[in-house]
């Protein structure tokens, strides 16, 4: 007999909103069980966003529990530091101009400030709901490109994403690395992604997080945009490793990309 191991133990999950967002109190990431860290997969997709308080972990902890969580060989430590550069400002889906953009991420911080800097995350599976029923039929057929201007060059992918785990839609767009609409004149483009860009930001789709050393917070970076505050004086360093992902799906089927 097969044992789904995410439904044969239950964590101490504590909403942080309506759509997005939990705490998972009583946990030890370090010594968790396969069956935890399934449980916590499951909740991931559920939540979109997880906090995990009070987990005080080293980088080669950090990189083990993200092989344990994803699918694939996770990248490296990432580090995020304010003394380096700034961070990317405006909200965004974690590296949406990749053809295999990051499934998750998983961060922690090292260095904090004494005020300010938190992120916050936006609902994209929310926004899409959100939308008029003639919208949502328009934006599924949608297909948007994605640039960070370096010289790997554009990449195309659906406006409305096919989450593989849960297979619910959400909007896939962001107003950092989301250049243009295709098929459609400019004006239209600007207009369309203005009216998907206030969707997702509406303040009832949002969950924000002051951070605290100790912290773990995973993210779906396939159905969330992030935005770091940038209204804090001093140090901030976050280390940071991404989940291996997949082409996005489309609500026809297909996968669409440069």
Request: glycine letters at 8%.
């Amino acid at each position: 007999m097969t044992i789904d191991l995410a439904r044969a133990v239950a964590l101490d999950i504590h909403p942080l909103g309506p759509t997005i967002g939990a705490e998972i109190s009583d946990i030890d990431i370090l010594f968790a069980t396969n069956a935890q860290v399934a449980a916590i997969r499951t909740a991931l997709t559920e939540h979109k966003v997880l906090v995990l308080r009070n987990q005080n972990l080293e980088d080669d902890q950090h990189l083990h529990f993200a092989l344990r969580l994803g699918d694939g060989e996770p990248g490296e430590v990432d580090v995020l530091d304010s003394d380096d550069r700034l961070p990317v400002h405006g909200w965004r889906s974690d590296e949406s101009f990749l053809v295999t953009p990051p499934a998750a991420s998983i961060v922690r911080p090292v260095i904090l400030p004494g005020l300010g800097g938190d992120t916050s995350w936006a609902d994209g599976e929310a926004a899409y709901e959100s939308l008029s029923d003639a919208d949502r039929r328009l934006a599924d057929g949608l297909i948007a490109v994605h640039d960070d201007g370096a010289d790997r060059g554009p990449t195309r992918h659906p406006v409305v994403r096919v989450h593989p785990e849960s297979g619910r839609r959400s909007l896939f767009v962001n107003p950092v690395y989301t250049s243009h609409i295709e098929g459609v004149s400019d004006d239209e483009s600007r207009a369309l992604l203005e009216v998907f860009y206030a969707h997702l930001t509406r303040p009832e789709h949002i969950v924000r997080h002051r951070w605290r050393l100790g912290d773990v917070v995973l993210w779906d970076a396939r159905s969330t945009l992030r935005y770091v505050n940038r209204d804090y004086v001093g140090r901030r360093r976050m280390h940071c490793v991404n989940l291996c992902g997949e082409v996005p799906a489309g609500v026809r089927g297909g996968r669409r990309e440069s």
